[in-house]
């Protein structure tokens, strides 16, 4: 399982200029049961996406193609998590991708 962190950059205001291609990436990331939540970093930090299901090699390049990343408006930070302890609901997290 990964936290990816995408922190804003100083290249911040051009978010609106990229938020609906932003959402489109966002929305096939579900739409290929790879990402599990996205949400907002507090306070107006980011965002943040749990995924799983794919190996960090992959991930590294579909975050590289976040329209985002792409035009600097965050940098992002991927965190891999070993997860040994869940509840039942969760126990596919620990199995490998």
Do not use: Y
Request: aromatic residues 10%; charged residues 25%; contains cysteine.
């Amino acid at each position: 399982m990964f936290i990816t962190f995408l922190e804003f950059s100083d290249n911040k205001t051009a978010a609106s200029e990229f938020m609906a291609a932003h959402n489109d990436w966002i929305a096939q990331g579900f739409a290929e049961g790879k990402f599990l939540c996205v949400g907002s970093l507090s306070p107006a930090a980011g965002g943040a996406i749990i995924s799983h299901g794919e190996s960090r090699d992959e991930l590294e390049a579909r975050v590289a193609t976040d329209p985002f990343v792409v035009h600097g408006v965050v940098s992002a930070e991927i965190r891999e998590i070993d997860a040994k302890r869940t509840i039942p609901a969760l126990n596919f997290l620990k199995e490998p991708a």
